[in-house]
């Protein structure tokens, strides 16, 4: 159940709870993998899915892969905006490339496809370590 306060009298930007930042994240299926190898800092957007708080992502051999593989550490970013009110979640995590035939059968069972029309064979799972989240009411600012 979310501890979000749409209420006019609420806080305009509210911190959102981990479990807050669970149900948001469910609700979506956009996001920002960023990645870091040496001084070059990559970001990729990606379909996911959340499944017992983690984060999956297919994607096919090439850069992503690479990186991920070189550094496992990443950051994870989902937002959504709407006509009154936004939200952005942040994970910082570490990333796997699922092996084993026990991970990949499970991950092959969840909805988890492609928007993209290629083959990607590599499921990635994203373990968190650490996550934030704002909610913003949207509004005229204040006179200054």
């Known amino acids: 159940m979310s501890t979000i306060d749409t209420s006019v009298s609420a806080d305009v930007v509210q911190k959102l709870s981990e479990d807050d930042c669970w149900e948001l994240l469910q609700r979506e299926q956009l996001g920002r993998l960023v990645v870091s190898v040496g001084e070059r800092i990559d970001i990729f957007p990606i379909n996911y899915l959340v499944d017992q708080r983690r984060i999956l992502f297919r994607t096919a051999e090439g850069t992503k892969l690479v990186e991920l593989t070189i550094v496992d550490q990443v950051v994870f970013e989902v937002d959504h905006v709407d006509t009154t009110s936004g939200w952005s979640v942040v994970v910082h995590g570490t990333a ?49």
């Open 96 to 144: 796997h490339t699922l092996s084993t035939s026990a991970e990949i059968a499970a991950a092959d069972a969840l909805s988890l496809r492609s928007w993209v029309p290629t083959t990607k064979f590599n499921v990635v799972e994203i373990t968190p370590h650490e996550m934030t989240g704002r909610y913003v009411q949207f509004g005229e600012e204040p006179e200054r």
